[in-house]
Structure formats: C-alpha cells, structure tokens
C-alpha cells in the first residue's frame, strides 16, 4: 500500500531548527512532485515548499530563505530543513505526492514554535 510518514516535528524555541522527513512508499517516487503543506489550528491548510521531479523548487514567500526542500529518489523521501524558526510557523506539516490527478498525502507531523 501506499505510505507517506512524516518524522522530525517537535518543539523547538524561535530562531531554532528543524529538519522534516518524509519516507513514500508504494509508489513510483520518481515520478512524483513532492510537497510540503501546513496547517495551524484555524488556519486554511497552505502549501510551503514544492518540488518537481527535475529538483525545481518553489517556496511560500513567508518561508523564502528560511526553508530548504529537498528530495533523494535513491531513498524515496523528501525533506524540509526549517531553519531560523517563528512561532507563526507552528502547524501540523504533511507531506503529499502528486502525479498527474493522484494526490497522497500524509499523516502530518506537528512543529511547535515557542518559547
């Protein structure tokens, strides 16, 4: 079956760091343009990082050199590395896979930014 697990939130005080991963399973990784969206409570769910199967990366404006993402296709995953964190950028992180119409999309992991 398809899987996509996300690893890595967790709490960590502003103007830290975190790295996201995210391990895909059951499908062709390759193939897939990987996303990374948020969603904090009350808030719509927005995309912040993409990136295509030719390494072509795109960032929400917010996160525009703080966040790197970043894929490995020998290992099937995909990661954000979140650096000089804000305590707006607390949410619940999920990772997605899309080809053509087909969407995936993870269980969320939660990052805390506070102090």
């Known amino acids: 079956q398809v899987q996509l697990v996300e690893s890595g939130g967790g709490l960590v005080q502003p103007g830290g760091s975190l790295r996201l991963s995210c391990a895909v399973s059951?499908?062709?990784?390759?193939?897939?343009?990987m996303f990374w969206y948020r969603q904090a409570p009350g808030n719509q769910r927005e995309l912040v990082a993409a990136i295509t199967t030719g390494g072509t990366t795109d960032y929400l404006d917010s996160v525009k050199g703080r966040f790197s993402i970043s894929r490995d296709n020998a290992k099937n995953s995909v990661y954000l590395q979140m650096n000089t964190l804000k305590p707006e950028d607390t949410a619940v992180y999920y990772c997605?896979?899309?080809?053509?119409?087909?969407?995936?999309w993870g269980q969320g992991t939660q990052v805390t930014v506070s102090s």
């Open positions: 997605v896979a899309a080809f053509l119409l087909q969407q995936y």
């Open positions: 059951g499908i062709a990784f390759s193939r897939h343009t």
